[in-house]
Each structure stands twice: as structure tokens, then as C-alpha cells.
């Protein structure tokens, strides 16, 4: 393959790929996300394989994530535009006869809502999908993240061409104009930083992308660089060329093994064709990209942590009175974006920033990927436009909480960010609306909460989670969390003391005060922002040793409901300590009654898991096995 | 499995050209070895001229890496978020007490290390347990506790069929 050299063989060669795939008349795209893999999508590539060996007229495509996690794996056919869902190696052959031979739709296969509810065949109609708008995820199950062939049928690589031929600081003001803002959680004006790091003093710049996605509950970042890793290099080249940057790094999580295997493979592309390497499209330019591996520290997801990690040093943060466009990487000016922004950055130069601005809100233009998952219906990866309702994504998109629970909370922003009730379902989401809420956007983790949550538990397991992660380099954020975890630990016991509340807010504003990096600054705001919206479940832990979310194990009792049990003994075979006798003379259908030993017990759900009856029933605060016999019907 | 210097170069020569690329050599030494042997520290730190308080920093800094070696399964829970609220607390709460898994540690049969995780990025079919490399998803305890009986009891059946 010779080099590309001009942006005129550019678009020559995008209009050849282009018409190589327009020889496919059908298109089979398998999501190949890790969640559909993890359901099974590699026993289904095999069996497609298998039965459409030797056949020309079907381009198979093992995709990145399409999104709809929940009723994956997923399969696509176009030009038939179907959605085929949960599929199974079996349903391959019928879906090459069927849909692929003859053009027909299989009933069976598509997503129904709710139980016998309405039958959706296309994309565009699923409400899942129906309510995003799709801009970094566009391409995601249209192209093959191994081909850059692929990408460049889609216009890849346009907006360097064209970026190329602007000056830097023409596509230094583009950016700045569509005011893009860092999609990794800080929300600061990427103009602004791209700008600062050009305009400082040093001899190198470098130009880096943060993937060390490391809070809980999200994988943006990863569907990004694995669904369509070009985008990214595309974007770290315009910034390369827009800020004079002299060499690139990509910081991959250790946990992302198949992210930094498409990320290696792409760049290995870019390089072939020539939009890495010496005199990019004849520019002039000279950049590469460098693939870091992080270890596994959330703390190296901070900018100044996440340099010393690419020196090959420990990840801890230092204090920030010198910013790291000035002093980053080898205390060398550097320019730090996470994946999602470097990805926005073609569209940008291919639609303008008019475009950009056109979607979302005045001061968060554009849109946001979110990966929403917990309590709720529909988990997945979703893109929709800044200013939508978190009622909107939660119950239109998200198809409401799980099993017709009630919702309780929302959690933005991963550990840094905080839990939203209810009455904040109406607020819509952008980076100063959900700051001034008491959580933060963070970098897009959305984690639903039903009523058999307990928001006491989730700051208990965010502090923990914090703790473990603290690099323990300042103080504050080292001993302030030990100290506010214990507080919690206690009150999750049922052994809080009033005051207990009035302590968390006095340490948590002196951790957030005092500490040096944005880890420890933003650390206490779980505990904070639940104490805020959520008084009375910490009050009913604390006074009444009850637990709302019937989850802290200390304040819950397992019993059997005597008017649901079979007496089938599931439970009792699967109970660790033994647990669960039947009860003599207690005659049910299938059995004898059976009753847990309360004192027995170690509250283990398993079982609670088995029981056909849903006839286990969980009690807040606990009580002994003889006083819920006597007083089951008042507790019923 | 002994460790020698040419094997430990094998691992580096391709990607590891000076003191920079510390981390990257020491993840190569533990996806093969699966924990970080001394001796090959010893190499790295005479190849890439670093001293060895440095190397141990980093071991110890980063969760990836072990000192001593780890179990015949790895197991791993993923504690995310989204597999917290769905109960991952719950299993690992049981793995403990039925089996004698704690996170970070490898069972004194050399059979099992537990590693927590956080977040593989799978959230829908959480939680999730994978067993040597294999996601497993929507666990409970029930499954948990099956998987681990298993395997215990393959390597007493394959011991006897050794012996």
C-alpha cells in the first residue's frame, strides 16, 4: 500500500473503499461490544462464518458496541434494516435463509417491550434508540474497527485532509468556536487548553489522550475506542497539527485489553497510509502516537498522575498551581483530552462549529455518551444531546426501573459525583446544571437506583472504593475518608450516633477543601450530595436501626412468608449454614413449611436467589424468627 | 517455572527501550509469569539501569502487579457500580465465608487468587464474575459457590488420576 500523500488522493481513496463496499448488496453487522461478547457473540461470529463462507454478495462486520447492551447479542441486516436480538448461534442458518436469501423479517427475533408488548423491527424505531442522536457513535455498528478502508468509506480522514489545509490557527478557533468541553468530566473549554498549550513556552509539546476510564459503571470510553478507534487518531492528529504538538501518548486502562488491541491495530493503519508518521498529507507535519498501558490505578486517570505514569514512574497527583499545558509530561507543555473529545474533534472540522452548537445547550454544546446501567430496563451505551432530561434518558430511552420497582436515585459522575432524587429527574443534563445539583457530569457513568437500594450503602462503597484508590500522597484525602468511611461503616452496623451526619459534612468539606488533586476535592461528594437529598435514610439507619433499601446486613432479618411458601425446599438445599428447617405439621403443596433460623442466618440471598415462590422476605430492622411468626400479618 | 535473563529479554527487546518503559516491562513480565519473579525484576532493573526501590514502588503502587506468585484461577469480581447495587457484595461476602476468598489473596492451596475489579465495562449482564478469563454474567451466589465447587473438585479428581 503506498502512502496517501495529498488530500486529493484522500478523497480518491475514501471514494474506493467506498465502492468496494457498495459491491456488497447485504450487510450482516454483529456487535462485538463486551457485553455481547460476554453473551455469547464469538460462538456467534464462528457459526456466521461458517455459513456464509465463499458467498460474495454479504459483508460480515464483527462490530463495535451498538449500544442496546441488554438484549444483546445483537445482530443488524441492511439494506433490511432489522434489529435482531438475543441471538443465538442457532438462529444463524435461518437468519442467512430468511433474511439475508430472501429478504424476510424474523418474528421471533425482535425486541418486543415489556412482556407481549409491541414488536420493534427497525432502529430508527426501537425507543432505545429512537430518543439518542448519534454523532461519536454513529459509526459504530456500520464499519469494522480492523478496516480503515471501512472508516474511509465513511469520510474518514476528511477532516484531516481539510484541517491540514487550514492553518492552526484557523482550526485552533474552529474548535474554540463550537466550544467543546472536555468529555472526561472536568467540562473545561477545550480551546481554551488547546490554546494554552500552544502558546507556552517549552521546545516539545505533546499531545495526549486519557483512556484510563477508570470510574465504576462506565465504558464509554472503551465502546469509543473499540467500535471506531480512528476517530480518535484523527482527532489527536488535528490537535497535533492545531497546537504544534511534537509526539503523542494514549493512556489505555489495564482492564481494557480488546480497547488497546483495535487502538494498536488502527494505529499501525494510520501509519501505512500515511496519516501517521513524517509529512502527514504533505503538511509538513510529523506526529506518531505512543500506546501507554495504565496498571491499574484510578488515580492515574488525573492529569498530572497520569504523566508521571507515562514516565514510568508511580501515579501521584502534584499540586496544580502550574498547569500541565504549561508543565505536563516531562514537565513539557502538554495537551490532555480524554477519548470522547479527541473524538469529537472531525466532526467538528468536517460540519463546523456552527453545526456543534446547534445541538445541545448554550454553555454544553453538542452531545454526550453515557453508559447507563444499574436498576434499569434497558442497560446500555447511549448518545443524546446535552440539555436532555435525565427523566428522558432514564424512563424514554432507559424504558424505566427494573421490574416496575420505583426509581429512588440517579448517580452521575462515578466516585467524584453524587446522587440526584427524584425531584431532580426534570433537570437537564449539562455540566453546570448537574454541578450546581451537587453531582458533577464526570465522564459519563449514569448508575440507576431502585427502592431496594440503599444510598447510606452506595457512599459507604464509594468512600471504600476512594479509600483503596487514594494514591495516599496528602493528607486530607488519606485520612479524611478513613475517617469518613468509619462513620459510615457504623452507621450501616445500626451503631450511628446523631451527630454522625453533622461530622460527615465537617470532614467532608475539609477533604474537599484541603486536598491536592481533583481525586480528593471531589471525593467526599457521594457521601455530601446523599446526605443532601437522602437526611431521612441516614436518620432511619441511625434512630431506628432501619434499613429502607433492605440492604445493610446488619439491620436485616430473612424470613419466609408461611402464606407464599410451596414447602418445595429449594431454599433449604442451597442454604450455607443450614439455615432452613421445615417446620413438623405444617403441610404445603409441594411440602413441609420451612423457616429460617434468623440467628442462624448470615444473609446470604442465596436463598432468596432460588426461591420460585418469591416467597423469601427481607426485614427492616431485623427482627427474631419467633417475633416475625407471631407477627407476620401486621408485617405482611 | 525458572527464570532466566534471556527469557526476560524476549519479553522486552521489541518494546522497551529505557528507563520510560519501566511499567510497560514489568506488565510484560507479569502477563507471563503472572506474578513479577525477583529475578527478572533483577534483569529489568540492570537492563533499563533502575534502581530497585523504584521497581518495588511500582509493584506495590499499581494493582496489576504481584509479588508472589498467584493462584492455578484467577478470579475476579467485578465491583463496579452498577454490579455493587445488583448485589456483587453479596457473593463476595460468600465466597468468604464459604470458601476462604479475599480479594488480593490466593487461597493456601495455591488454588484460587480472588482480585476485585472495578468495572470491565459490561454493566448489563452484572454482576459479573470471570473465572480465568472467562465473563460470567448475572451471578449470584448460588453460581458463584457452584463454579468454585467445581473446580475443586476437578483438581482433586485430577490429582487422583495422576497419582
Known amino acids: 500500500m503506498p502512502k496517501i500523500e495529498t488530500a486529493e488522493q484522500v478523497k480518491r481513496f475514501q471514494e474506493r473503499c467506498k465502492s468496494a463496499l457498495d459491491r456488497f448488496p447485504i450487510v450482516v453487522s454483529l456487535c462485538n461490544g463486551t457485553a455481547c461478547c460476554a453473551m455469547g457473540a464469538k460462538e456467534l461470529a464462528a457459526a456466521f462464518e461458517k455459513e456464509l463462507a465463499g458467498d460474495e454478495s454479504v459483508k460480515f462486520i464483527k462490530s463495535g458496541c451498538h449500544g442496546f447492551c441488554e438484549v444483546g447479542p445483537l445482530v443488524v441486516v441492511r439494506p433490511l434494516d432489522v434489529v435482531y436480538q438475543r441471538v443465538k448461534p442457532d438462529d444463524v442458518p435461518e437468519i442467512v435463509d430468511r433474511s439475508l436469501r430472501h429478504n424476510e423479517v424474523i418474528d421471533r427475533l425482535l425486541y418486543r417491550f415489556g412482556d407481549g408488548g409491541k414488536v420493534f423491527a427497525k432502529e430508527g424505531e426501537i425507543p432505545f434508540y429512537r430518543n439518542q442522536s448519534k454523532v461519536v457513535l454513529a459509526l459504530n455498528s456500520l464499519i469494522d474497527p480492523y478496516s480503515i478502508d471501512d472508516y474511509l468509506a465513511y469520510g474518514g480522514y476528511s477532516a484531516l485532509a481539510r484541517a491540514l489545509e487550514m492553518t492552526p490557527d484557523a482550526v485552533l478557533k474552529e474548535i474554540a468556536d463550537a466550544n467543546l468541553r472536555g468529555r472526561g468530566g472536568g467540562g473545561f473549554d477545550a480551546g481554551r487548553k488547546w490554546n494554552s498549550c500552544r502558546t507556552a513556552a517549552g521546545e516539545r509539546r505533546h499531545i495526549v489522550c486519557n483512556a484510563d476510564e477508570g470510574d465504576p459503571g462506565a465504558f464509554m470510553d472503551e465502546s469509543i475506542l473499540e467500535g471506531n478507534p480512528h476517530s480518535v487518531i484523527e482527532g489527536m492528529v488535528i490537535g497535533a497539527w492545531a497546537i504544534g504538538g511534537d509526539d503523542g501518548f494514549i493512556y489505555i486502562r489495564n482492564e481494557y485489553p480488546r480497547a488497546l488491541k483495535a487502538f494498536g491495530n488502527a494505529l499501525k493503519q494510520a501509519r501505512e497510509y500515511g496519516f501517521l508518521g513524517e509529512n502527514i498529507l504533505s503538511s509538513g507535519l510529523d506526529f506518531d502516537i505512543k500506546v501507554s498501558r495504565g496498571g491499574g490505578a484510578f488515580v492515574c486517570g488525573e492529569s498530572s498522575a497520569l504523566f508521571r505514569s507515562l514516565e514510568g514512574e508511580v501515579g501521584e497527583p502534584r499540586a496544580k498551581y502550574v498547569h500541565s499545558v504549561e508543565r505536563g509530561y516531562r514537565d513539557e507543555p502538554t495537551n490532555l483530552n480524554n477519548v470522547e473529545t479527541w473524538a469529537n474533534v472531525p466532526h467538528i472540522i468536517n460540519r463546523g462549529a456552527e453545526w456543534f452548537r446547534s445541538t445541545g445547550t448554550k454553555d454544553s454544546p453538542g452531545t454526550k455518551v453515557f453508559s447507563l446501567v444499574g436498576k434499569v430496563e434497558n442497560t446500555g451505551l447511549i448518545e443524546v444531546p446535552m440539555g436532555i432530561t435525565l427523566r428522558e434518558i432514564i424512563f424514554d430511552i432507559g424504558g424505566g426501573i427494573k421490574g416496575g420497582k420505583n426509581f429512588k436515585a440517579v448517580q452521575t459522575g462515578g466516585p467524584s459525583g453524587g446522587c440526584l432524587p427524584a425531584s431532580s429527574l426534570d433537570l437537564p443534563v449539562d455540566f453546570d446544571v448537574l454541578t450546581r445539583a451537587g453531582s458533577m457530569m464526570g465522564s459519563g457513568g449514569m448508575i440507576v437506583m431502585d427502592e431496594e437500594t440503599c444510598v447510606v450503602d452506595v457512599a459507604k462503597y464509594f468512600t471504600d472504593f476512594l479509600i483503596e484508590e487514594s494514591c495516599g500522597k496528602c493528607l486530607p484525602c488519606r485520612e479524611g475518608l478513613m475517617h469518613m468511611s468509619g462513620i459510615l461503616h457504623r452507621i450501616t452496623e445500626g451503631k450511628g450516633k446523631p451527630e454522625d451526619l453533622r461530622r460527615l459534612v465537617k470532614l467532608g468539606d475539609a477533604v474537599a477543601a484541603a486536598s491536592l488533586c481533583g481525586l480528593g476535592v471531589s471525593a467526599p461528594n457521594p457521601v455530601l450530595s446523599s446526605i443532601r437529598y437522602f437526611e431521612d435514610e441516614y436518620l432511619a439507619h441511625i434512630n431506628e436501626h432501619r434499613c429502607p433499601g433492605s440492604v445493610c446486613s446488619a439491620l436485616i432479618s430473612y424470613h419466609i412468608d408461611p402464606a407464599m411458601c410451596t414447602g418445595c425446599g429449594t431454599c433449604e438445599k442451597v442454604c450455607p449454614v443450614d439455615a432452613i428447617k421445615p417446620v413438623p405439621d405444617e403441610e404445603r403443596k409441594d411440602g413441609l413449611l420451612r423457616e429460617i433460623d434468623a440467628d442462624v442466618c448470615e444473609k446470604c440471598s442465596a436463598c432468596k436467589e432460588v426461591c420460585p415462590e418469591e416467597a423469601i422476605v427481607v426485614e427492616s430492622p431485623a427482627v427474631t424468627t419467633e417475633h416475625y411468626r407471631e407477627n407476620v400479618t401486621e408485617m405482611r | ?163
Not at chain 2, 10 to 36: C, F, G
Not at chain 2, 106 to 134: H, K, M, Q, S, Y
Request: with cysteine.
Open chain 2, 1 to 163: 517455572m525458572a527464570v532466566t535473563d534471556q527469557q526476560v529479554e524476549e519479553l522486552l527487546k521489541d518494546w522497551v527501550h529505557d528507563s520510560e518503559d519501566l511499567i510497560t516491562a514489568m506488565l510484560a513480565v507479569q502477563e507471563k509469569y503472572n506474578w513479577l519473579p525477583p529475578e527478572a525484576l533483577d534483569y529489568v532493573s540492570r537492563r533499563l539501569n533502575v534502581r530497585k526501590p523504584r521497581i518495588y514502588h511500582i509493584a506495590t503502587f499499581y494493582k496489576v502487579f504481584s509479588l508472589v506468585p498467584r493462584g492455578k484461577h484467577i478470579l475476579q469480581l467485578c465491583m463496579g457500580t452498577a454490579c455493587h447495587v445488583r448485589g456483587a457484595k453479596l457473593i463476595a461476602d460468600a465466597m468468604a465465608r464459604q470458601h476462604g476468598l479475599q480479594f488480593g489473596k490466593t487461597t493456601d492451596d495455591g488454588l484460587f487468587t480472588l482480585e476485585r475489579v472495578n468495572c470491565l465495562g459490561a454493566c448489563a449482564i452484572g454482576p459479573i464474575l470471570v473465572v480465568d478469563g472467562e465473563y460470567k454474567g448475572n451471578m449470584t451466589t448460588n453460581r458463584a459457590n457452584a463454579i468454585i465447587k467445581r473446580l475443586k473438585r476437578e483438581e482433586t479428581s485430577g490429582e487422583g488420576g495422576n497419582a
